[in-house]
């Protein structure tokens, strides 16, 4: 159970448009948006607002496909197959790949 208190603001179709559109660009929500902005203006703490960079977005997309194809090997390995000399070096190329990608991404990041 929380203290906090509904409060309810009308606003004409432009500015209810614009706030809305200020809210997706920042990825918040027009609640948490507009409580900050309340807050700000009555010289209370706020959260500082980081909107999620696009390409911040792809490299944790990529992080993703990474840790399948990870686990896609794992599996392979674990699955008590048997691997030809040349099926082993392959999985280990395929490891040092995926470790380079992950250091450029962490990079970038």
Not at 35 to 61: F, Q, R
């Amino acid at each position: 159970m929380t203290n906090k208190k509904r409060i309810v603001a009308y606003l004409d179709q432009i500015d209810k448009e614009l706030l809305e559109n200020r809210c997706k660009l920042l990825k918040v929500s027009v609640s948490f948006f507009t409580a900050n902005c309340i807050l700000e203006k009555l010289g209370k703490p706020i959260l500082e607002i980081k909107p999620i960079n696009d390409t911040t977005k792809e490299y944790t997309l990529q992080l993703f496909k990474i840790g399948n194809n990870l686990n896609q090997l794992a599996r392979k390995l674990n699955s008590g197959a048997k691997f030809m000399i040349a099926d082993q070096q392959a999985v280990l190329e395929n490891i040092k790949k995926l470790n380079t990608q992950i250091l450029e991404i962490q990079s970038k990041i």
